[in-house]
């Protein structure tokens, strides 16, 4: 079922992306003479997220039953065929034209279509049964609306956290090329600090609703510190290597001293801002998995928008600190939420008392009947 909606809603979002381009364009303010390769780009990869729509469910549902070897080395191997894609178009390789930047959106599609094909092979063999195409047209009611009640605050929450990083985007275009260009290279940049730290994350989820489901209301507790300890070592190392290293890292892409400048300024206030969003990433996942989506919701979109958001406004523009504000607005954003989420999981509001006798769980069973 939530493949077949989430499919549903791709083919929305896609013909919007597709026929609205030019809206998307000016409304991400980017500089004239590149209208047109940004409406193109825009236009093939945003019909598109149908593709990745399904890729990022199948993926998801792959992994909570266990198998996340599975997901990962397809997202290997679609950025591989992505990667050599891209130098194909590009340089012109093999004997291909160079297509430039219409020639990356090809190969971003493709991409993502070959990673589709492999993951519903997956997601057919994860199950006792096969699945069926007439699988698709079927809506359990009842199943549908408690998978809606949980699901529907974390869709939610996330759009509005794309939305609001759009806004963000829109707000540092308006501050100059060079700062524009910083914050590029920082989101390529600090994806290295709190991308292992953010599978700790993902892990402790599919865990904590594991045991949440078992019974074992205190292992659930205790996973989510675990997870959030050793991704706070993880993500400080990596924010710290980086920091280290930026200098040399950014000087393969650009001579800019003014971005360099830009850059290695906020890099230092990375290592508080990363290790603030590993606190967050384990907790909310954790919470989430144990059915408590709509406090996580409130408190995302609320935060979101009147501290990162506003905070971006006042403190980047009014107060003329450019990009500097940007981060400040979003190390306010994080430690509010991780307060927030760290009482709110203290307080084990969703997760009682384990009781006397714990359900045994899916390894416990095959154990106990191996």
Known sequence: MAFSLTLGLGVVVSLLLYFGAGSFVTMLQVPEALHGMTRQYIGIVGSGTIVMSAVLTLGTVIRSTG????????????????????????????????????????????????????????FRKSFAGTIKFSDYRVFDRPLLKEVAKVGFPMALSSASWTVSQVVIFSIVATMGAEQLAARTYLNTMESFSFMAGWSFAMAVQIQVAHLYGAGKMNQAYRS??????????????NTL????????????????????????????????????????????????????????????????????????????LTFGWLIYGVYIAMIMDEAIRGILVQRRWISRKKLPKETETAVPSLNDQAVLQG
Do not use: C
């Open 67 to 122: 198998n996340t070897k599975g997901p990962m080395l397809v997202a290997i191997g679609m950025n591989i065929i992505h990667i050599f894609g891209n130098y194909v178009f590009i340089f012109g390789a093999f004997g291909m034209p160079q297509w430039g930047l219409f020639g990356v959106s090809l190969s971003t599609v493709g991409s993502r279509l070959a990673a589709l094909a492999v993951l519903y092979v997956i």
């Open 224 to 237: 989510a510190y675990k997870a959030l300890f050793w991704g706070e070592i993880v993500v400080v190392v």
């Open 241 to 316: 290597l980086l920091f280290l290293g930026g200098r040399w890292i950014l000087g393969m892409f650009t001579e800019n001293h003014e971005i360099v400048s830009i850059v290695l300024g906020i890099l230092a206030l990375d290592l508080v801002l990363q290790p603030l969003k590993m606190w967050n990433m384990p907790l909310n996942n954790s919470l989430n998995a144990v059915g408590d989506t709509q406090y996580v919701m409130y408190i995302s979109m609320i935060s979101m928008w009147i501290v990162a958001v506003g905070g971006t406004y006042l403190f980047g």
